[in-house]
């Protein structure tokens, strides 16, 4: 009969430990914020540079951007060059952007 070796290892893997006491890490932006809203409105995050962020919707053609303070954020499309500039409560409002690329 075979000798059996039994080897016993320890995990050294590093402990996670959670944001919150549920064990859940929320990945979400603050409900109040300008990123929250163009997740709401279908956009994804693109680039960085510091001091400005840039989002978009591939299929709609459209180029948000936006300063580290929030404060407003400026919505282009991207095939006419033609944008707005709206704050924080206006993007709130908003329930489709329409451009050049796509229009419902």
Known sequence: MADVTTETTTDTAPTVTPA?????????????????????????????????ESWRDYQRGVLATFDDSGADVTLTDVKTNLGRTLTLDELKAVTRIDTMTAAD
């Open 20 to 52: 919150e006491p549920s064990g859940v890490l929320d990945l979400r932006p603050p409900k109040e914020s300008v990123r929250a809203e163009l997740c709401r409105l279908g956009l994804e995050f693109s680039s960085a540079d510091g001091t400005s």
